[in-house]
């Protein structure tokens, strides 16, 4: 079963591969974080090809489309969970997850050896702060601020700002 709406341009996706191996693995099988939309996760669940659907919320299309994702999969009984995110983006991440009840988080931690409070500090560069974010019990806690929880510094985002090209 093919994809009639390519969710990128050139590609069909193939929903009966995970299928087969789901049920041939005895581990959960996940994917998700290169569809665009609702449509391939809406034929993921139709054809019970994942064991758990991971969008990315930029490219899922943003928070209120991972928000539909997500109770599509709760009608079919499946959990949804974030794909991992880094850096300033893991601020939207972690608002997401929460409002969807994703019951695990995923953190990308993109080139070892570096700890997560080693990879987010180039962003405090940004912010108003000696942190952006905090654990407890070994989970990344959500922000409490208001928009994404994050406190910007506007002066520091101008000076860092870069001219569109003309």
Known sequence: MFDRTAQMPGVVWDYNTGL??????????????????????RECLVHDTYDILQPDCVGAGGIFTVRRIAAMAEA?????????????RLAGWLQTSAAIGSPWQELALVTPPLLPEEQWSPALKVVNGDRLFTFRDGEVQVPQGPGLGLDINEDALERYRVAPRV
């Not at 049920?23 to 996760?41: H, N, S």
């Not at 009984?77 to 991992?84: E, S």
């Open 20 to 41: 087969r191996m789901a049920r041939e693995v005895d581990i959960p099988i996940t994917r998700g974080e290169g569809f665009r939309g609702l449509d391939g996760f």
């Open 76 to 88: 079919f009984h499946k959990p949804a969970i974030m794909h991992g995110a880094m850096g300033l």
